[in-house]
């Protein structure tokens, strides 16, 4: 098959030796969990549950909410002792409503005799995939089921599946192709005859062999879901990069893959639809690398979504804040953690903890305007550009020269030689771009309204001028008709409204 | 100094700092420094010396100034750099007031003014090297024949202070003139070319570099030789001095395709004067040359063209320094049309245009 390739891109040092060959092994329950109902982009699950109830796994918590959104269900059998907010996975650990369910000590299985998924038509299973609660499981939470139904109305004949894992540290896509490869397929398999899509490719960068060849080995129909190697360089893993490198088109700015054919999905979605359709579980679990220079005993760990950070930390052998920075994620486009008192969710593919030979950065110094940025950006952007006029506000000069278009990959600020922090420039930047479209809405808003009420008062008083006139008018015809017919009689009724 | 840790990936670097990529520079430099202290004696070593500290001390004095870190400026290499490179360009037995005045005028006039590291719109050194030719036109043309070190004619410690620091004159034994100057004043007595050229023109002799000329722009091999190393260090691009030598190269063969009597060909060109320091040292100085491939491409031909121009219809017999400046003060402009293609867009910025349906699988004709 032929592949292409992307433009600008780095090669982080990878570091995936320490857990690329640990087995996933399932983390024990933790005494508590705390199930955050918000796990994805989009509109938080409604809770259906509240403080006292019993929950069976897998059962419903919260429900989705909106045209965007996904229920969230319970990871294990126990009492909910309250829904409140809490800590989330955010570098500002903002509080999202979240259960917390005390674990019970006797654990019943979490799968459910289900019907054969592969007898469902479409619609069937795109329902159960919104159902169960998938979202995209490479760490942009998006709702696998929404995705889904935007490629069954584009009527899609590709679907990609992601198994580039081209962040460093992380290797659970990696261990689950290994180890699972099997279930991935099935899950393909399922995906693409809710798409009713013709082919599915399976994308993995070349540095992971054996996840590679056990794939390769698997797909007995390449015809139909074949399995390709692409060269090992980061941003490969993200959407438009990817799609670029299978088939060779940029998707067009303002459109989605969609409308090109092609849809993408992480194979640990495929294996989160693959449990869903055919074991019955919802997703309540994932495959997380616990890793990085602080962690003493790293691991790939099948871990209960609501597991705290902290909880995971222990296990590996990390003593209490024993490391410099924390992380969810990988270290590109991961995000910092204040504190480890916050749960793992949907999309937190790893926690690495770094040691402080590893986050030892120099002070940003002035851009040499080496253009190493530029040569790198897989967006064909300006970075040294932007930085320079976000610094001094030119927040509408950096939108012209594209600052929207940004992935906020971190490439840039991966090679930048003085250590210039631009994807901190490129958040604040695009913040700033968002407030401005929500004040420009918010003013042509009230600029529309004004105008409404200037034509309501307007027609309010040519109504009132009419009036007047008719009244003059009929009181003159009166007048001529009776000669002294008294003026009081005249109708007083008058036409105001109230605003 | 309050400093925060941005928040924001990515949260792993790669080494690559800014010091180390002077230091490169700097080292791909030392082979040329040590041939021109060679062969032109110790005044040369003073010259060299006296520029790269004065650097230092100037570039001290203005962040002291602005109450920047003094330790942090001094250690990004740059001044080092900007000194050293100064003195390669300067004629080798200058007066101690030459380099000190021309590196002052390179840090101070040249880079602080506008803010200092990254700021400036011109290349330090080779403003100050036109500052110095206009102001002491004398001086800066006051050329020495090659007097290598331990050989006879070479000055001993207290002659290269005496000339260094008290204005000696050069010994008219050792008085000497460059290639350019030297052919340039042959034909405006109206000697023909090949004349003028076979009296003085080796491409071997000017290959290694052993003829009079400023301290370190004679070697044009080594000097080619330090520019190979900084491509293969990945320091600099290959696009500028590329571009620049074989435009040089190509307007040098036209002309002198067109008449050989008149006009020099390529070897001449590529291996006399400041060519090679420039191809590989001066126009990839990062801060003053555009951001973009394209840029870059355009960047070094104009070089080329505005070096070409000047050698051979200007007044001065080199044009280095004078193009690059010039082209300096284009590369804003340049920046503003050069600039890549961005993902999903046109050239123009506009969305790519969706694939006509009909060339889609039969699948999705159907679709809505």
Avoid at chain 1, 22 to 31: K, Q, S, Y
Avoid at chain 1, 296 to 307: D, F, H, Q, S, Y
């Amino acid at each position: 098959m032929k592949l292409f390739t992307f433009r600008g891109g780095v090669h982080p040092s990878e570091r995936k030796e320490r857990t690329r060959d640990l087995p996933i092994e399932p983390m024990p329950l933790p005494r508590r969990l705390y199930v955050p109902l918000q796990q994805h982009i989009g509109e938080p699950a409604v809770p259906r549950v509240s403080a006292g109830d019993r929950v069976q796994p897998g059962q419903l918590l919260g429900e989705g909410a909106g045209r965007i959104s996904a229920p969230v269900h319970a990871p294990a059998h126990g009492r909910v002792l309250e829904v409140r907010d809490f800590a989330s996975p955010h570098p500002a650990a903002l509080p999202v409503a979240t259960a917390v369910i005390e674990v019970a000590d006797q654990q019943p299985s979490v799968c459910r005799a289900v019907e054969d998924p592969f007898r469902l038509d479409g619609d069937t299973l795109a329902r159960r995939i919104r159902e169960a609660g998938i979202v995209g499981m490479g760490g942009a939470t998006f709702p696998a089921a929404v995705k889904l139904g935007m490629a069954r109305r584009d009527r899609v004949e590709t679907l990609i599946i992601n198994g580039g894992e081209c962040e460093p540290y992380l290797t659970c896509d990696d261990r689950l192709m290994r180890e699972r490869g099997e279930e991935i397929l099935q899950g393909i398999e399922l995906m693409l005859r809710c798409l009713d899509a013709e082919r599915a490719v399976i994308v993995v960068e070349d540095n992971k062999d054996a996840a590679l060849a056990n794939l390769r080995a698997l797909c007995t129909e390449p015809d139909r879901i074949r399995t390709v190697s692409v060269p090992t360089r980061y941003p490969q893993g993200s959407q438009k990069q990817m799609i670029q490198s299978v088939t060779g088109r940029e998707v067009p700015a303002g459109s989605h893959s969609t409308e090109l054919g092609v849809v993408m999905h992480n194979v640990a979605t495929a294996f989160a639809v693959f449990e869903a359709l055919v074991r019955g579980k919802p997703l309540t679990s994932r495959i997380v690398t616990v890793g990085g220079g602080a962690v003493p005993r790293p691991a790939n760990l099948e871990v209960p979504l609501g597991t705290l950070v902290s909880d995971l930390l222990r296990y590996c052998g990390v003593e209490e804040d024993d490391y410099e920075r924390l992380l969810v994620g990988g270290p590109m486009m991961g995000q910092w953690l204040p504190h480890a008192q916050v749960p793992v969710v949907k999309g937190s593919s790893g926690i690495i903890a770094l040691s402080e030979a590893e986050t030892r950065v120099s002070l940003p110094q002035p851009c040499i305007r080496c253009s190493r940025c530029v040569e790198v950006c897989p967006a064909g952007l300006l970075p040294l550009e932007l930085a320079k006029r976000i610094r001094k506000e030119d927040i509408d000069g950096a939108g012209s020269l594209g600052l929207k278009d940004c992935i906020a990959c971190g490439s840039c600020a991966y090679v930048c030689p003085s250590k210039i922090p631009l994807v901190q420039y490129f958040h604040y930047g695009k913040g700033q771009l968002q407030a401005r479209a929500v004040q420009a809405r918010k003013l042509e808003r009230t600029a529309e309204l004004a105008a409404s009420k200037e034509r309501r008062v307007e027609e309010m008083e040519k109504a009132k001028a009419e009036q007047a006139a008719r009244r003059k008018a009929e009181a003159a015809a009166k007048k001529a008709a009776a000669g002294t017919a008294p003026a009081e009689n005249a109708p007083k009724s008058c036409a105001i409204e109230g605003d | 100094m309050i400093v925060i840790t941005p928040q924001a990936g990515p949260h792993v670097r790669n080494p690559g700092k800014v010091p180390s990529l002077m230091a490169k520079v700097v080292l791909a430099l030392v082979p040329a420094t040590l041939f021109g202290i060679y062969l032109f004696g110790l005044p040369a070593l003073n010259t060299v010396l006296l520029c790269v500290v004065s650097a230092l001390f100037f570039e001290g004095l203005c962040v002291r100034l602005v109450n920047k870190r003094l330790g942090l400026v001094l250690a990004d290499g740059s001044a080092v750099l900007t000194g050293l490179l100064l003195a390669l360009t300067l004629p080798p037995w200058a007066p101690w007031w030459i380099a000190v005045g021309g590196t002052g005028f390179a840090i101070v006039v040249g880079k602080q003014v506008y803010g200092g590291l990254g700021q400036n719109p011109f290349n330090p050194a080779m403003l100050a090297r036109v500052a110095l030719l206009l102001a002491f036109p004398l001086q800066m043309t006051t050329w020495v024949a090659p007097a290598p070190l331990f050989s006879p004619a070479a000055p001993d410690f207290a002659q290269s202070l005496t000339i260094t620091f008290n204005g000696a004159a050069v010994p008219d034994s050792l008085s000497g003139a460059t290639l350019l100057g030297q052919v340039k004043t042959d034909l405006d007595r109206g000697l023909a070319l090949p004349q003028a050229l076979g009296a003085h023109f080796s491409p071997l002799g000017q290959g290694i570099g052993y003829a009079a000329g400023s301290l370190g722009e004679t070697s044009t091999l080594l000097l080619l030789l330090g520019g190979l190393y900084l491509l293969w260090q990945n320091i600099i691009n290959w696009h500028t001095p590329v571009s620049f030598l074989a435009t040089l190269a190509l307007l040098a063969w036209v002309f002198q395709q067109l008449d050989p009597t008149s006009y020099a060909g390529p070897l001449y060109h590529l291996s006399s004067g400041a060519v090679m320091l420039a191809a590989f040292f001066i126009l990839t100085d990062p801060v003053t040359s555009p951001a973009t491939r394209a840029g870059q491409l355009l960047f070094g031909a104009g070089c080329a063209l505005l070096v070409y121009i000047i050698r051979t219809w200007g007044g001065y017999p080199e044009g280095v320094a004078f193009a690059v400046l010039l082209m300096n003060a284009l590369t804003p402009l340049v920046d503003h049309y050069f600039k890549p293609r961005q993902y999903g867009r046109t050239r123009r910025g506009k969305p790519l245009p969706l694939p006509p349906l009909e060339k889609m699988a039969p699948s999705r004709r159907g679709r809505p």
